[in-house]
Each structure stands twice: as structure tokens, then as C-alpha cells.
């Protein structure tokens, strides 16, 4: 199997290392520069300097062989384009999308693009587990439930940062079910310290959101 990952933030650059340890060939574009040079002193090959989506920068990459193309950049905007054009131009078999903001689901859903939800052993579950062969897959489907799942990124000045979880005055109706941290994610107990830089993946009653947020954000 031949993975495209795009976007290098934690999420990418993490399920780019798994795929590697299970010997997948897998290539990881980024656009941010500083990002790219990190991650080429330690992948070398693999990873690709660029914008994902633009169509060289994919055909650099060798789209029209892959056969499973991840979008997770941090732009739900870029994660909608990079499906579409592997979708549609590519005819890619597998194809996952990471949503940022539950809001944007709407506008995945008019597009036919089921959303993700983005922790990295999800992916990896999802990736290694058998799925139809059609355009998109999805790793969770909760609106029958009525609950959300969004990933938030730790701010240095998050009223969350250097506070224990349980600690933490999460409205009634969320909970936090995972933090992904330097090389990989774990479910966090009530005495784990939130950091600077940590993914926070928060189940939650819909509508919540604004709530939430902001107590990692700052």
C-alpha cells in the first residue's frame, strides 16, 4: 500500500511514523516550512515540501498511484480540496478527511465527504481494519448519539496549561477522552498535567464547543 499524508502537525507526522514501523510507503507533504525541515532531518525521503493542494505538489508525490490519501492539515477548507481532487481526479479508493471545527460537518456532508475525527490511533485503527472500496470513510459517526468529538490544540496561555485534568472546570456534558502528545497519544487520568503543545481530543454535548475551547486556547 502507498499512503499520501498531508499535513505535518502532530496528527500527520505521527501516523506517518506508524505507517513507517508497519512498512507501508508513505509520503508526508507540508507547507510550513520550519515544519518540513524538522521533519525531513528525521524522515529524510518521505517527507515532501508544498502545498497539498495544489496539483503538482501531488503529482510530485505520486497521487495517481496511492492508494489511501489522509488530509490533516488544520484547514478544514484544504482537507475538502485535498479529498476532492483525489476523489474526483485520482479516483484514490481511500480516502480520510480530518474536520477541525464540528461546524464545518455541514459543508463536508454537501460535498459527500464523511468527516473524522483525527486522533492518531484512530486513523491507524480505521487505516488497518478492512473498509468498502468507495469514496470516503469515516472513523466515527456520533450525530445519531448527539455528541461531538473535536481536537483541540493547547495554547501556551490556556487557562488549562499546568492544571491536572481534574483540576479543570469542564462544563457538565464534556468530557476529555485522549491527549496526543510528542509521540503519541494516551487517555489522560485525573492527575495528568496538560501541556503546551498537546492535542486534546474532547468528547462533547453538541453545542458545547464555545465553551470548551476556550480553556485551551487562552
Known amino acids: 500500500m502507498y499512503a ?4 505535518g502537525g502532530k496528527v500527520g507526522l ?14 508526508l507533504i507540508e507547507q510550513r516550512r520550519d515544519r518540513y525541515l524538522s521533519m525531513e ?8 515540501y508544498g502545498d497539498g493542494t495544489e496539483l503538482w505538489v501531488l503529482e510530485r508525490a505520486g497521487i495517481q498511484r496511492a492508494d ?14 485535498i479529498c476532492q481532487i ?5 479516483l484514490v479508493d481511500r480516502i480520510i478527511a480530518r474536520v477541525n471545527n464540528p461546524r464545518n460537518r455541514q459543508y463536508f456532508d454537501l460535498l459527500g465527504i464523511q468527516p473524522t475525527v483525527s486522533a492518531t490511533d484512530l486513523i491507524l485503527r480505521l487505516i488497518e481494519h478492512e473498509v468498502p472500496q468507495y469514496g470516503l ?7 445519531g448519539e448527539r455528541l461531538e468529538i473535536i481536537e483541540i490544540e493547547v495554547g501556551s496561555a490556556a487557562p488549562a496549561v499546568g492544571r491536572a485534568v481534574a483540576d479543570i ?24 498535567v496538560i501541556e503546551d503543545g498537546d492535542e486534546v481530543l474532547v468528547c462533547l454535548d453538541p453545542g458545547l464547543e464555545d465553551e470548551v475551547t476556550p480553556l485551551f486556547t487562552g
Open 41 to 48: 532531518a528525521e524522515l529524510e525521503h518521505i517527507a515532501q
Open 68 to 81: 489511501l490519501v489522509v488530509a490533516v492539515t488544520g484547514d478544514d477548507e484544504d482537507n475538502i480540496l
Open 4 to 7: 499520501i499524508i498531508v499535513g
Open 86 to 90: 483525489a476523489r474526483e481526479k485520482y
Open 14 to 27: 505521527n501516523l506517518t511514523r506508524e505507517l513507517m514501523d508497519k512498512g507501508t510507503e508513505v509520503t
Open 137 to 143: 470513510v469515516h472513523l466515527l459517526d456520533l450525530p
Open 169 to 192: 472546570s469542564m462544563p457538565e456534558g464534556s468530557l476529555i477522552i485522549s491527549i496526543l502528545r510528542d509521540d503519541g497519544g494516551f487517555v489522560p487520568k485525573g492527575d495528568t
